[in-house]
């Protein structure tokens, strides 16, 4: 269920439309169209690589300190490690949902930078796995951009990922594909110039309410990313995230013209809601 607190980018007009909400997609460069424009997905392992030593030990996990910062939806932690990824279109297979906060380190046994809680405004978290190492696994990390965190053997639960989001916003595309196969992709509108759809992978956090006509009445998809830039956003959306909404004017689709969201068709947004979870990897392409 969303929170009243969660918000992705809207059109600043259409703000006292929106439902009031708080300051509110592994490894190889996979993307290989075939002739018919197909994503030919690579094996679903090569999205979580081999621990360089199975018989190595794993590191020991230092102790957070309690006062460590907890991930919000509005204040993203600092100190994480860039993806070095953040362009793969292979799709992870593994979700992580934390049964308690768990701490996000800089390294396999390196310094605990923040604690990722089981729930982000009201958003159920599940995190998608894009690497593993000597028992540690590292997982996208929401409100910051590109940024990975790792977390030692602990407190969490494991989900099974199918599907994938990839946008290439010099064709205003979005592709959904499950299990490696693309089911559909539609014309969609991306970012404005000065307000851009922030490029790289990121993930779906879950769904929040959407009121207004110019919205459709339709729920929007969340997204982990947050704007680039936010000194340029309405000063109502600088602690927004992206989302992936429906949009009243088809004459948008195919043009760079919203203010960093991804705005879809009713019926193609709908789909969206109903078939892609919480943790399912997205990833925008220039």
Known sequence: MSSPRTRVYLTATAAAAVLAVGAAVGFAHGR?????GQWV???????????PSVAAKVPVAVKAPAGLPVIKYSDGPTGLPADPEQNSTVAPTQGLHPTKKVALYDAPGGKPRAFLPPEISGLRTV?????????????????????????????????????QL??????HTLSWLRDGQEQKRWTVATGAKQTPTPIGRTFVMGTTPMRGDIYLGIRALVLGSIPEEPEKMASAFQLAHTG???????????????????R?????????VAEIPAGTTITILA
């Open 41 to 51: 997905a690579p094996s679903a392992a090569a999205s979580l690589p081999a621990s």
């Open 32 to 36: 290989d169209p075939d002739s018919a």
């Open 244 to 262: 992936i909404h429906a949009w009243y004017k088809d004459s948008v689709f195919g043009h760079s013209v919203s203010n960093g969201c991804i």
């Open 166 to 171: 990839i946008v290439q916003v010099s064709q």
């Open 264 to 272: 879809m068709p009713g019926p193609a947004q709908k789909k969206l």
């Open 127 to 163: 995190v998608p796995v894009v690497a593993e190492d000597r028992g540690w696994v590292a997982v996208l990390v929401p409100s910051v951009n590109r940024r990975i965190g790792w977390v030692p053997p602990g407190d969490y639960q494991t989900e099974t990922l199918r599907d």
